[in-house]
């Protein structure tokens, strides 16, 4: 699905990236899932945990994981009532993120006539993105750090950035500190644009959710080792 910040585009570099540092077999935690891009690049080659903060996010999929059908459209008029729903209600996410032009919070239904806005997910795309995974409702930030037989992917808010509506204020400082506390454990992984962490890849892409010419940017993946200072 797509999703503000989503890694679509270089899910497959990431992951591989990843993996060289990966037990086979060894589980995967995606603590920031979002769209779960990155989720389906790391299933390939083992388990992964899918885990957001976003209640009405991962209700959605687990909603469409039970057998839930999504629409293939929604009107204006049910676009706009989905965003009173409550977080249960799969219903919620599949407009605010789903049938909004560029995957934004209820950024603006997105339209289905060919050559405009195109809307975050399909029907059958949301289907086949959650088939197999490993999906629960959980705050990172809210986790206390310790022993666990995982590796660890962190996409977060990133620092400087416009804050997710309807989640409250990220704070980058405490995230920072929460990841390297659990690099004590095992392998932690960051996706940002900049940190003080060892850097082992980095791309320039295009941001761009208009059609037109977007700024570019540097998307850079960091790495902390267990028990490196």
Same mark, same amino acid.
């Given at each position: 699905? /797509?999703? &503000?910040?989503?890694?679509? +585009?270089?899910?497959?570099? !990431? ?9 086979? $077999? ?13 989720? =389906?690049?790391? #299933?390939?080659? $083992?388990?992964?945990? #899918? ?10 999929? &687990?909603?469409?994981? /039970? ?6 459209? *929604? ?7 989905? +965003? ?22 209820? $950024?603006?239904? @997105?339209? !289905? ?10 029907? /059958? ?6 088939? $197999? ?8 930030? !809210? ?6 037989? @995982?590796?660890?992917? &962190? ?16 704070? #980058? ?5 929460? @990841? +390297? ?8 992984? *960051?996706?940002?644009?900049? #940190?003080?962490?060892?850097? *082992?890849?980095?791309?320039? *892409? ?13 998307? +850079? !993946?960091?790495? &902390?080792?267990?028990? =490196? @200072?």
């Amino acid at each position: 699905m /797509r999703y &503000l910040g989503g890694k679509t +585009r270089i899910a497959k570099q !990431l992951a591989a990236v990843i993996d060289q540092h990966r037990r086979p $077999g060894q589980l995967a935690w995606d603590a920031f899932c979002g769209g779960l891009s990155m989720s =389906v690049a790391l #299933s390939k080659n $083992g388990p992964v945990c #899918s885990t957001d903060a976003n209640a009405a996010l991962i209700n959605l999929y &687990l909603s469409v994981q /039970r057998g839930w059908i999504a629409p293939d459209d *929604v009107t204006e008029e049910i676009y706009q009532s989905a +965003r009173a729903l409550p977080d249960t209600d799969p219903m919620k996410a599949f407009c605010g993120f789903g049938m909004s032009f560029g995957g934004k919070w209820f $950024g603006g239904r @997105a339209k !289905l006539t060919p050559g405009k806005f195109a809307p975050g997910v399909s029907r /059958r795309s949301l289907e086949r993105t959650t088939r $197999g995974l490993e999906i629960r409702h959980m705050d990172f930030m !809210l986790e206390a750090p310790g022993p666990v037989d @995982a590796i660890l992917y &962190l996409d977060p808010p990133y620092s400087g950035t416009q804050a997710y509506p309807g989640m409250p204020a990220f704070d #980058s400082d405490l995230f920072w500190e929460r @990841a +390297r506390a659990w690099a004590q454990f095992t392998t932690v992984f *960051v996706s940002e644009y900049t #940190s003080d962490w060892p850097e *082992v890849w980095s791309r320039d *892409v295009t941001c761009n959710l208009s059609g037109g010419t977007g700024a570019k940017r540097t998307e +850079r !993946l960091f790495m &902390l080792s267990k028990g =490196v @200072a």
